[in-house]
């Protein structure tokens, strides 16, 4: 498992270009599997999105939910899958797939003065306590989405890995 000191931007960028988020998070950010194993359905206006976790690093979670083509993604729906997972674990990332791997599209909430876990990596488990859902706090209001196209300039997403990895403080966007 790699660590934020070894962290492989190459590896990583390769990972990403794939859509192979488990290995992404797991082999090259050095998060930890989510143990144990879990699939939540999530039912939005009479359509089922099956979203599983796939990496965990102190309160955050990953979760891959591959969508059909002819979904359109809005933010309504975005915000109550969202809302879903939060019950589950207090900061949900969510990479939302189309199954032909050709675009993706990454969604997480933040607030202003706000420190997520995802994103802040100063933060340990005493900053953010690890809990059942009851204790964490209220999903943050200000949703935040990404789009990532394998055909897109690897320099923007550059500052967005080595924060995942733990280099950098601040945001993903």
């Known amino acids: ?6 962290f492989e931007l190459e590896q990583a960028l390769t990972a990403l270009r794939s859509h192979a988020f488990e290995d992404l998070f797991l082999k090259h950010l050095g998060w930890h599997k989510c143990e144990p194993k879990q699939t939540i ?29 002819s979904v ?11 809302a879903r997972l939060h019950k589950s674990a207090p900061y949900p990332l969510l990479i939302f ?12 909430q933040q ?41 897109q ?3 923007q997403w550059i500052p967005r890995l080595q924060r995942l990895a733990g280099h950098q403080q601040g945001p993903i966007t």
Not at 72 to 82: A, D, E, F, M, S
């Open 111 to 151: 607030g202003l003065g706000h420190r997520s876990p995802a994103t802040d990596h100063s933060a340990t488990a005493d900053t953010f306590p690890e809990g059942d859902s009851a204790d964490a706090p209220a999903p943050i209001d200000i949703p935040q989405s990404l789009v990532y196209i394998p055909q």
């Open 72 to 82: 359109r993604l809005n933010l309504k729906i975005r915000k109550r899958i969202y």
């Open 97 to 108: 797939c189309d199954r032909n791997r050709h675009r993706s599209l990454w969604h997480w």
């Open 41 to 69: 359905t999530v039912r939005v206006f009479k359509q089922a999105y099956r979203c599983r976790c796939i990496a965990r690093r102190n309160c955050t979670t990953v979760w891959q939910i591959k969508v059909n083509r």
């Open 153 to 155: 300039p690897d320099c």
């Open 1 to 6: 498992m790699k660590t934020a000191q070894n």
